[in-house]
Nanobody
């Protein structure tokens, strides 16, 4: 049984940092494409960052790439999202997801497994 468990969310002030973690079981992060998504109030779930099974990263925008580097610890089977210089527009529930298709994608519908999400709230 595949499980993805996110942690690390919280309430912070603008300019602060958080590191989100996604502990995986029932699959091997280094064998699958892994992604981070977020869903703000009244918005659709959107791609933030992903890392392919062979280690190539992809980001929603260059601005996110500079602020939210994605990484993976194969020994711990854990995915990370380091979130720096947070601003109120980053407020959302952040989800970890795994995609067993061949290529890393930004499409929500391509992902096979999802975590329960972790809330990030940034106050101004």
């Amino acid at each position: 049984q595949v499980q993805l468990v996110e942690s690390g969310g919280g309430v912070v002030q603008a300019g602060d940092s958080l590191r989100l973690s996604c502990a995986a079981s029932g699959l091997t992060c280094s064998n699958d494409n892994m992604g981070w998504f977020r869903q703000g109030p009244g918005t659709e779930r959107e791609f933030v960052a992903g890392i392919s099974w062979f280690g190539s990263g992809r980001y929603s925008t260059d601005y996110v790439k500079d602020r939210f580097p994605i990484s993976r610890d194969n020994a711990k089977n854990t995915l990370y999202l380091q979130m720096n210089s947070l601003n109120p527009e980053d407020t959302a529930v952040y989800y970890c997801a795994a995609d067993r298709s061949r290529w890393l994608t930004r499409q929500v519908g391509s992902y096979d497994y999802w975590g329960q999400g972790t809330q990030v709230t940034v106050s101004s």
